[in-house]
């Protein structure tokens, strides 16, 4: 398994050619004859690309280019977390970047149920992912307040399509490693044969969402197993594996990434600021109860920059945000810490916040 490293810029005339040498290294000839294939960005929300929250729009041109060059009309699609579709396509600037090029765009709808193994059985997934010959899985390289960073495979969580990926954040409740578990087995299924991962201009801090901070990294990963792209990111940023929930899970449930030959040079970032989450559940176990509701981090609003616009309350699983409330009110006994609202905030007005219990037990200084 090789996982290709590449120097890289978003200057399309350099950023072409290396994406082109990418993919042809990873079974360009896949793509071809009647094959589907599916491009699958981040297009969490609607951001410019400056934000570091969606995928670059070079990035998404060049793997464009690529299938038309092959002869393939690709579908773009993707299932965002807030913000119609055809919003993050436009505020992103990837429909610009696309202009002239031959592909359709637009979200994912209908899904079909797949079985994608235990502990979850059949799960509904994009019909587009399923049926597509051919997927080219385009992630951003992110910290993220939930899962500690956003890959390539977490990227594949965005083909459950829009309204049921907060509920499946209520069915993991509480429990990360559930969710990581449920994470991994998509990747699993869905195997991507292309998985590129943008990490020129990365998000470090409370990513995923407006709360993270862009860092240039200057770099693009690419691979056949999405599972071994991120191992790499971990060896990159000098991280143990066992620290991102999606690769122990994927440990845990006996597949892992076999040791990636790595082409290219690994930069080495020992300085890269990774989100404040600590685990959900700690201590003695006749105390969880009470660590739930008293211990545990929580989500908090800025006032100051919050504009009551609903995007929280609206993704929130839980039920957990009064709406329509300044300053915003939040039923920490029914928040499930998914983090979800976090994510989709436009205004980067959310925020986690260890309690003074929590402290106390786990030992933190005060923020
Ligand atoms: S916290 Fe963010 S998402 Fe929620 S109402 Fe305020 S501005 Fe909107
Ligand atoms: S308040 Fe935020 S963290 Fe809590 S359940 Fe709702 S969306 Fe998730």
């Known amino acids: 398994m090789t996982v290709i490293v590449r120097n890289a810029t978003y200057e399309s ?16 000839d896949k793509i071809g004859g009647k094959s589907r294939v599916l491009i699958k960005p981040n297009l969490l929300s ?16 060049a793997v464009v280019e690529y299938c038309n060059q092959r002869g393939i009309r690709p579908l773009v699609a993707d299932s965002p977390a807030m913000g119609s579709f055809d919003l993050v396509l436009r505020v992103s600037g990837i429909r ?3 202009r002239g ?10 899904s079909v149920r797949v079985d994608i193994g235990e502990p979850f059985g059949a799960i509904e ?60 087995r998509i990747g699993r299924t869905l195997r991507p044969a ?24 200057g770099v693009i990963l690419a691979g ?10 971990c060896r990159m940023l000098d991280l143990d594996p066992e620290q991102v929930p999606v690769l ?23 300085d890269f600021h990774l989100p404040r989450a600590t685990s959900l559940i700690f201590g003695p176990k006749f105390l969880h109860g009470f660590i739930r509701r008293r211990a545990l981090q929580r989500p908090v609003c800025n006032p100051v920059i919050c504009r009551i616009c609903g995007e929280c309350w609206k993704i929130c699983p839980a039920g957990a945000i009064t709406p329509g409330q300044k300053p915003l009110r939040f039923d920490y006994d029914r928040c499930i810490r998914c983090y979800c609202c976090i994510e989709v905030c436009p205004f980067g007005a959310l925020d986690i916040a260890e309690t003074l219990v929590g402290r106390i037990f786990r030992g933190t200084p005060p923020q």
């Open 224 to 233: 056949c197993d999405p599972f071994a792209v991120d191992q790499v990111v």
């Open 101 to 110: 090029l031959d592909c359709e765009c637009r979200p994912f709808e209908s």
């Open 248 to 270: 122990k899970a994927a440990r845990e449930m006996g597949f892992p990434a076999p040791e990636a030959q790595i082409d290219g040079s690994l930069p080495e970032i020992r």
């Open 46 to 61: 609607p951001a410019l690309p400056r934000q570091a929250v969606v995928t670059h729009p070079s990035v998404v041109r």
């Open 194 to 217: 292309f998985n590129i991962l943008d990490g020129v201009l990365a998000m470090e801090g409370q990513g995923p969402g407006m709360r993270g901070v862009p860092r240039e990294m």
């Open 96 to 98: 610009n970047a696309l």
């Open 125 to 184: 997934i994009a019909e587009d992912a399923v049926r597509a010959d051919v997927i080219v899985n385009l992630a951003k390289l992110k910290t993220h307040s939930q899962m500690f960073l956003t890959l390539a495979v977490k990227n594949l969580f965005g083909c459950v399509v829009g309204y049921r990926k907060p509920e499946w954040h209520m069915r993991a409740g509480i429990d990360r490693q559930a969710f990581a578990r449920l994470i991994a």
């Open 13 to 28: 005339d350099l950023l072409r050619p290396l994406i082109f040498g990418m993919m042809d290294a990873m079974g360009g």
